[in-house]
């Protein structure tokens, strides 16, 4: 254990140093494809620019699948470690090369017992998950079509290191990301009645929005509306003709998202036409809620305990994940990895203990052989 530890370290610290951000994880994809190629795991070829497909197993069902993310942030690292990143302007903030770095340790043990196996297990290392473009062309290369269960990780700066977050049902929002694009009409700031001015209109818009999406939501299912951007007018005596706003809404449910989407609308729109402008509004492609299967989510953490690992019940998050999208698919469990108490994630300051990482290996190489194990049982007893 001790070897694994110190090799998924010298891993660690070196896709550390060498971030790059979604969809130009270039290094990162040949590094993986070297490491998985030396250890003789065989690479699956994936027709997408980065990312890589790898399986340890000879393609016998059951599939279980091991998901992780490459792709880092625009964040100028601030952490003072040692191997921080050599690349300005760029970071691991999300600690997607913790990920990374465990999913290629389990790929390691996995290999070892790759005899044993009681089906397949599929490696995807999925680029772009930052920007939510990562899953589903993944996903489209029909490559995966015979999994059955999806598992992922993320490190979590509010649970310490060794230590797992695992919960049944909705543990991360579907992180819709909307635009309002207000028309009035241009003027002199001294003639207001002869233009129609958008700033206090989107002003109203920002604050009835606020107020009136959770509204429309029960107060039992998590809700939570962003305006994050107002933007209107270049200078102070000139009435501009548009003003923008942009935000987000994150809901837990397809239910509430839809309602949420709705309001989102009708409130621009009929704000907009009280101040006398028009309302453009438009919502960009985002996946839906994570929601984990409650049996698997109680296989993965009776796994963990099993291995001396402490489990507590993970909070629910706002943030979104693609992740989500597998399980649209197919079941699956996002489990959340205590990297230490810290700077919270996408922070300049954001660091992952690294000294959990065979601990995380061993943990996801023994759920997926496990799970093998308990699938192919169930098979059989159905072709009995
Ligand atoms: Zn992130
Ligand atoms: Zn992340």
């Known amino acids: 254990m001790k070897q694994l530890q110190e090799k998924l370290e010298a891993i660690f610290q070196d896709f550390?140093?060498?971030?790059?951000?979604?969809?130009?994880?270039?290094?990162?994809?040949?590094?993986?494809?070297?490491?998985?190629?030396?250890?003789?795991?065989?690479?699956?070829?994936?027709?997408?620019?980065?990312?890589?497909?790898?399986?340890?197993?000879?393609?016998?069902?059951?599939?279980?699948?091991?998901?992780?993310?490459?792709?880092?942030?625009?964040?100028?690292?601030?952490?003072?470690?040692?191997?921080?990143?050599?690349?300005?302007?760029c970071m691991h903030a999300c600690g997607h090369d913790f990920h990374m770095t465990s999913v290629l340790g389990a790929a390691l043990l996995l290999k070892e017992r790759e005899s044993r196996l009681k089906g397949t297990v599929r490696l995807i290392f999925q680029p772009s998950e930052e920007v939510n473009e990562g899953a589903v062309p993944v996903l489209r290369t029909g490559l995966l079509e015979d999994v059955s269960e999806y598992y992922g990780i993320h490190t979590d700066p509010e649970i310490e290191a060794g230590t797992l977050g695992i919960r049944e049902g909705a543990v991360m929002a579907c992180p819709d990301h909307f635009?309002?694009?207000?028309?009035?009409?241009?003027?002199?700031?001294?003639?207001?009645?002869?233009?129609?001015?958008?700033?206090?209109c989107a002003a109203s818009v920002a604050l009835a929005l606020q107020q009136a999406v959770p509204g429309k939501i029960s107060p039992f299912s998590p809700c939570v509306l962003s305006v994050c951007r107002i933007q209107a007018g270049d200078a102070w005596n000139v009435i501009p003709g548009q003003a923008l706003l942009e935000g987000t809404l994150r809901t837990m449910s397809e239910k509430d998202r839809a309602t949420g989407i709705l309001t989102i609308r009708e409130i621009a729109e009929h704000m907009a036409k009280a101040w006398g402008c028009t309302a453009e509004t438009v919502f960009f492609s985002a996946p839906p809620p994570v929601v984990n299967n409650a049996d698997l989510a109680a296989f993965a953490a009776e796994t963990a305990q099993s291995l001396g690992i402490r489990v507590i019940q993970q909070e629910p998050s706002m943030i979104g994940e693609d992740f989500a999208e597998y399980l649209q698919e197919k079941p699956g469990c996002f489990i959340r990895v205590g990297t230490g108490i810290g700077p919270g994630l996408h922070h300049s300051k954001f660091r992952a203990d690294p000294s959990v990482l065979s601990g995380t290996a061993e943990f996801l190489s023994e759920l997926v052989f496990r799970r093998l194990e308990k699938m192919s049982g169930s098979q059989h007893g159905k072709e009995s």
Do not use: M
């Open 16 to 89: 550390h140093r060498h971030p790059e951000i979604s969809g130009k994880e270039f290094r990162t994809t040949e590094k993986i494809k070297a490491y998985l190629t030396e250890w003789g795991v065989s690479l699956i070829s994936l027709p997408l620019p980065t990312g890589a497909l790898a399986q340890i197993g000879f393609g016998n069902r059951p599939v279980a699948a091991l998901r992780c993310d490459l792709d880092a942030l625009p964040v100028q690292e601030e952490t003072g470690l040692l191997y921080a990143s050599e690349v300005p302007g």
């Open 179 to 200: 635009q309002i694009r207000i028309h009035g009409r241009g003027g002199h700031g001294a003639q207001p009645h002869l233009s129609v001015n958008p700033i206090p």
